[in-house]
């Protein structure tokens, strides 16, 4: 579960901080899509937690995507991004948000 929630976290910010224009969002693209299996083997895992375990890890995804948010922010806010980037990221900011509840 960790090793899942790591990789995304980790994956994510490394390809949206690479983005700087239209044309580095292009690439990022792929990379992003590459991350959705991670995103969905992590839902699944979360689904099968134990109940005394589900409050640290909404803790856990909570807190990341915190610090997540704030790369997607600014990426998001550079001129043509949000059109290419927006209708992969913010499905997966939506799944990681339900995940810490």
């Not at 991350?35 to 890890?57: D, I, Q, W, Y």
């Amino acid at each position: 579960m960790g090793k899942n929630a790591t990789e995304l976290f980790g994956g994510l910010t490394s390809v949206l901080e690479g983005v700087t224009d239209e044309e580095t969002a292009k690439l990022a693209l792929p990379e992003l899509q590459k991350l959705a299996p991670v995103l969905t083997s992590l839902e699944e895992e979360a689904g099968k937690l134990p109940a005394e375990e589900k409050p640290a890890f909404a803790e856990f995804i909570g807190k990341n995507l915190g610090l997540l948010t704030k790369v997607i922010d600014v990426v998001m806010a550079i001129p043509g991004v949000k059109d290419l980037l927006g209708p992969t990221v913010t499905p997966m900011v939506d799944s990681l948000t339900k995940l810490t509840k």
